[in-house]
């Protein structure tokens, strides 16, 4: 669910920056003792300072490069204009004090920190403010508020078949893991509630891939999953926009191929500007164990029927797969003095960048192994298994697998891993995970109790596999649109993928995108060197699917600019001048951002000398210095780091005890900055060069089928994706390099 701010219009930020003129004092009169007109010199007559906190690549502070080329072009240099980006005078606050004082003549921030000034400042931040561009005119040079009436949000009406399973964990109850973390801390920073609530329910944390390098780390929750119902169900009834009705919808209303609605089993009829499709494994859900098949969307769940043929008939293709859960397992059975524990972590990360700290009893998981006895007994089974049996003739999750499809992909293994997970703070029910199954429920349990802690298991329910629809994505846009049927919107596992952060991802650009053709604005897309999110979606659109599509790290050219640590910085700027994220939660990171680089610019240009220094590094077990460095070069040794260098230099340890806000984030922000700066640099550079190719469109502009001189499967690709740049077409699966080259030479590059 999206909510937005007004004051979305640069323009209306401009005027805003402007305003703050006035705080100048009597410093708007010129100094110039001569008169009017430059000297001989060419010396400005007066200049305009411009102080704010955003960073040197944003397009904020490039609008204000065009401000100063206007001015004094305009000017004919009698006025100069100099910019002072990055908080280099300083945070919001001090540069507003500044212009009261007289010795800043423009400041540009947030209204959050300018209500502090001027009360009248909080209406700016109502939500929903201005419709347009006009209306903001009008208010800034009218009366500023009259336009406190206008519209408030996007009206949005979900439709739910039950109320009480909204935020329902089809399987594991966990949240993040390998590049998945990394989306939940991308839909955080864009405004959206999943990490929030993952925080709120989590039971047990861990940042995965510790050992390997910053790009790696991946946090994972195992969350309370009534509580995460409930949490969602709270969170949802309040949002002021957002209305929830129970049913199920039957057939989708199209005119001119343009959706108008939506019509429901009970032969309620919504109208709608716009439809997102986010029905996951529940459109002609099929459920298998064994021989027994069951229509369902997930266990004691019906399935969603009619939908899919409503939406094929306006020329969607559509297909089938397949996806499977594990065996729960009653607690009150398991030895558990037979299993290896596995602990989590209790330390600052979190997924939400403004959580509180997790206030759940935080528990355990455990592991174990199956063993050539548990193999053999699911061996006996395989031919009544839907998987090898022809019950199911759908694709599973290659990265996902069954334990029978283990033990015939990997004959040779003698153990596979199984993690036993709780699936809440006081429930005894286990989540068994690395045991999906569908075979018939006694194999499952016959080849269980051979594994030793669990001779005695009792079960709540045996695993099943399901089948069920989804959409060839390619038939989308990058914004999740449909190609075929306008302000149709598809988003989570109809579109080929699983995973739940993969529908997050998916369904806040989706909602983004459908607000967005709603009240105007240019489309919402992210790049692949902007968030995980933006490589899910191109490779969807691009690439296809034929398996369900599961993010890892390996699917990301440019992971280390991809960061969890600073899903914020790439993120949060885009979604506040979007209006997804108010004022007080960008603040939050402008701030972080300042601390960030005064700590970086400290130990860029802080000297250490060697006899001050060297006991200090023969402690920490590295080499001592010959001669004085900076700073910066020492915590760019792997032996150092910032929290053990820093009780050695105490201009440092004072620098940093300043941080007054989460301290343990922003340092740790800092020292990846610092030591991977230059992998960091280089990854830059290439995206940058990439970008080339993203700018050059091409969509419209060539007849693929009739270009001999691309290869035949070239030709029938482009055909079939329509990509919207050449970038775009470079990444669709059999259009080679040579392809690429004959497309630049037809555009004359």
Request: aromatic share 8%; charged share 25%.
């Amino acid at each position: 669910m999206m909510r937005r701010k007004g004051l979305v219009s640069a323009a209306l930020a401009t005027l805003l920056a402007l305003t703050m003129t006035a705080c100048g004092g009597d410093s708007s009169t010129p100094t110039n003792d001569e008169g009017s007109g430059s000297d001989a010199g060419g010396t400005p007559e007066y200049t305009i300072k411009v102080g704010h906190t955003l960073q040197e690549d944003t397009p904020t502070h490039k609008a204000w490069l065009l401000f100063e080329e206007q001015v004094e072009a305009n000017s004919e240099g009698r006025i100069a204009v100099e910019l002072y980006p990055n908080s280099s005078l300083g945070t919001e606050r001090v540069m507003f004090e500044a212009c009261q004082m007289g010795t800043l003549e423009v400041a540009y921030g947030t209204t959050s920190v300018l209500a502090n000034f001027d009360k009248n400042m909080e209406v700016l931040d109502l939500p929903f403010l201005f419709e347009d561009e006009a209306t903001a005119r009008a208010a800034i040079t009218g009366e500023l508020g009259t336009a406190a009436a206008a519209n408030l949000g996007s009206k949005t009406c979900l439709i739910t078949m039950d109320m009480n399973k909204i935020g329902q964990m089809s399987c594991n109850p966990a949240v993040g893991g390998i590049a998945k973390g990394q989306i939940v801390r991308e839909i955080d920073a864009l405004g959206g509630y999943m990490g929030l609530v993952t925080d709120k329910t989590a039971i047990q944390f861990r940042m995965l891939n510790r050992s390997k390098g910053p790009a790696m780390w991946s946090p994972r929750a195992q969350c309370d999953r009534g509580k995460f119902i409930w949490a969602w169900r709270e969170i949802l009834e309040n949002l002021p926009n957002l209305h929830i009705w129970q049913d199920t919808v039957e057939e989708l209303l199209v005119e001119n191929g343009e959706v108008t609605g939506v019509v429901t089993c009970w032969g309620v009829t919504f109208h709608a500007k716009c439809v997102v499709l986010t029905a996951g494994t529940f459109l002609n859900g099929l459920m298998h164990i064994g021989h027994k098949m069951l229509a369902g969307g997930r266990c004691a769940e019906p399935a969603s029927y009619h939908l899919t043929e409503s939406i094929t008939r306006h020329g969607i293709t559509a297909g089938r797969m397949k996806t499977g859960t594990p065996v729960r397992i009653d607690g009150k059975s398991v030895h558990f003095d037979l299993m290896d524990t596995q602990d989590g972590e209790n330390d600052f990360h979190r997924f939400s960048f403004i959580s509180e700290p997790r206030h759940l009893k935080q528990l355990q998981c455990w592991t174990c192994f199956t063993n050539e006895e548990v193999h053999d007994t699911l061996r006996k089974g395989l031919a009544d298994s839907p998987l090898f049996n022809g019950q199911i003739q759908s694709i599973g999750p290659r990265y996902c697998p069954s334990i029978e499809t283990k033990i015939v992909t990997f004959p040779d293994k003698p153990q596979h891993q199984l993690f036993l997970e709780p699936e809440g703070e006081t429930t005894q029910e286990l989540y068994l995970n690395g045991f999906s199954s569908s075979l018939p429920m006694d194999i499952q349990l016959e080849a269980l109790k051979k594994i030793p802690c669990f001779k005695d298991l009792v079960v709540y329910r045996p695993g099943y596999a399901i089948e069920y629809d989804y959409f060839d994505p390619t038939q989308l846009k990058h914004t999740l649109e449909s190609k075929m049927v306008k302000n149709l919107f598809f988003a989570g596992q109809v579109n080929g993928t699983t995973g739940y952060e993969e529908a997050g991802g998916q369904g806040i650009i989706a909602g983004i995108n459908a607000h967005l053709n709603c009240h105007g604005g240019e489309p919402f897309v992210l790049g692949r060197d902007e968030a995980y999110i933006g490589v899910l979606i191109d490779d969807l659109v691009t690439k296809g699917v034929d398996e369900p599509y599961r993010m890892f790290t390996s699917r990301a050219e440019y992971r280390i600019l991809l960061r969890q640590d600073d899903a914020d910085m790439r993120l949060t700027e885009r979604a506040y001048q979007l209006g997804l994220v108010k004022a007080d939660r960008y603040e939050i990171l402008q701030k972080k951002r300042a601390e960030i680089d005064r700590i970086v610019n400290f130990v860029s240009t802080f000297s250490v000398k060697a006899d001050k220094i060297n006991d200090a590094l023969e402690k920490l077990g590295t080499a001592p210095l010959t001669h004085g460095c900076k700073l910066v070069d020492l915590i760019s040794r792997p032996q150092i780091t910032i929290e053990n260098i820093a009780p050695y230099i105490p201009a440092f340890q004072a620098a940093l005890d300043k941080i007054e806000d989460r301290k343990e984030e922003v340092i740790e922000a800092a020292e990846i900055r610092i030591k991977y700066k230059g992998y960091i640099d280089r990854e830059r550079t290439i995206a940058d060069k990439i970008h080339r190719l993203e700018s050059i469109r091409i969509k419209g502009k060539f007849d693929y089928a009739n270009l001999q001189s691309l290869s035949t499967e070239a030709r029938q690709k482009l055909v079939k994706i329509d990509p919207e740049t050449l970038a775009q077409a470079s990444r669709i699966p059999g259009v080679s390099p040579s392809d690429i080259n004959v497309l630049l030479v037809l555009l004359g590059r």
